[in-house]
């Protein structure tokens, strides 16, 4: 469902079939998966539990839904087939919120929920419940509830779906926290005890703490990774940075990460040993898998779509790579780079092969960190390409990364302050 489209009653998914982009059925949806929050803050839809043939429950992430139309989901393709299994901040829709007693807001009156609207915030990939569908009436047989007037109302027009109602206090923690950056949120976590760095950081879901896990000490990325379980250690390391990830595991010891690694998909386990396999201060060692690649005869109207994207960091999203194919890294013969800047000067459907800049030589993957960072220095640069011998680009350095490896090793236990007092307390 694109931005801007009608909301979709959720009882309108329940049994829909779920397809991969060539049209072929994988399951259909059993459930949706949300995350409660304090207050009257909408829930934010996370997945769908969708059954395969098997009869297998999965999770499917919204991130990996590009469509909800016509009676059925439309994926990206990349399925995680292993079983679904609740975690302690989420909510089943059909299974937990349906049928529930709440209260209107206005008259204090007990009304059932017989159905919710969920729809997607402009811009973004996330989703969330905005409306409720409910009954007035005392709760007793079906004939008897069908007689009650229904009515539609806003998520804040009722009470008794939130956390604080239901006192929840390790869950009321994690949304108290829900607003700030990973890094701020990273330096919380650092400061809390053990016992409930593992409360909150089970709880997060997998995208969320693999963002805070890049924004913390070694050492607590190591103990919080080695409290999941080891399928969800594996999801949370695809959900990384493929450089950050390859670090953490590089730091682990070498059964641990050949278990982590054969739970990954195989793409994903590929990036992480490559990486894994140059020096940790090289330029192969700091970049990252994933910068935006190009083929010739993109336009750059393409282009800007792709640098959109509002999961790209800010130094991956400033230019974009133009190389022969395969697309995928280590993709074929690299051309050059595009700046976002001279994007937007250009027509849309003219060719990014027409505005190459091919003059800057790209980093070798053997080059070291204070030759990157005078790299970076010079050419006044935040990206940079990585090629190897043959011409293939193999990945970005970003500038963050530099930074990361050139401040003192406690940089991240130092240095940050928040402006504000956060309660950590540790029991």
């Known amino acids: 469902m694109a931005a801007g489209a009608p909301r979709i009653f959720v009882s309108h998914l329940s049994g829909i079939a779920v397809f991969d982009p060539a049209g072929d059925q994988v ?64 909510r089943l829709v059909f299974g937990e919120l349906l049928d529930r007693r709440v209260t209107l807001t206005e008259t204090g009156e007990e009304v059932s929920v017989l159905d919710l609207s969920v729809h997607q915030l402009p811009a973004r990939r996330e989703w969330e419940i905005d409306r409720v569908f409910v009954r007035k009436g005392r709760k007793g047989s079906a004939f008897r509830r069908a007689k009650g007037e229904a009515l539609t109302v806003e998520w804040t027009a009722v009470t008794g779906f939130s956390l604080e109602e239901q006192g929840q206090g390790a869950e009321s923690l994690l949304a108290t926290f829900e607003q700030l950056r990973p890094a701020d949120l990273a330096n919380v976590l650092h400061h809390l005890s053990p016992k409930r760095r593992a409360e909150v950081a089970a709880a997060l879901d997998d995208d969320r703490l693999a963002d805070v896990l890049e924004e913390l000490p070694e050492d607590d990325q190591i103990e919080i990774l080695g409290k999941l379980k080891e399928e969800r250690a594996a999801d949370v390391l695809e959900a990384m940075d493929p450089d950050d990830a390859a670090d953490l595991l590089g ?52 282009a800007l779509a792709r640098v959109r994207n509002a999961d790209l960091s800010p130094a991956l999203a400033a230019q974009v790579y133009v190389c022969r194919p395969p697309d995928d890294t280590p993709t074929g013969k690299y051309l050059g780079t595009v700046h976002f800047q001279r994007l937007l000067r250009e027509p849309p459907p003219s060719l990014v092969s027409s505005i190459l800049d091919s003059d800057l030589q790209p980093l070798d993957p053997e080059a070291e960190l204070p030759a990157i960072a005078g790299f970076f220095a010079t050419y006044d640069m935040v990206a940079a390409p990585v090629v190897d011998e043959a011409g293939s680009l193999l990945g970005a350095v970003t500038v963050d990364d530099v930074l990361d490896h050139m401040l003192p090793e406690d940089w991240r236990e130092t240095e940050f302050h928040l402006d504000e007092e956060v309660a950590t307390d540790g029991s």
């Open 27 to 90: 399951g259909r949806v059993r459930d949706l998966v949300v995350m409660l929050r304090v207050g009257q803050r909408p829930p934010r839809l996370l997945g769908l539990v969708v059954e395969l043939a098997t009869r297998r429950r999965i999770f499917l992430p919204m991130t990996r839904v590009t469509a909800i139309q016509s009676g059925q989901v439309i994926t990206t393709g990349v399925l995680n087939v292993r079983r679904f299994e609740q975690r302690p901040t989420e």
């Open 251 to 302: 730091e682990l010891p070498t059964d641990d990460q050949e278990r982590l690694l054969r739970l990954m998909q195989p793409g994903d386990a590929a990036d992480m040993r490559r990486l894994m396999s140059y020096e940790d201060r090289t330029a192969g060692g700091l970049m990252t898998t994933e910068p935006i690649v190009l083929r010739p005869d993109a336009t750059v109207a393409d």
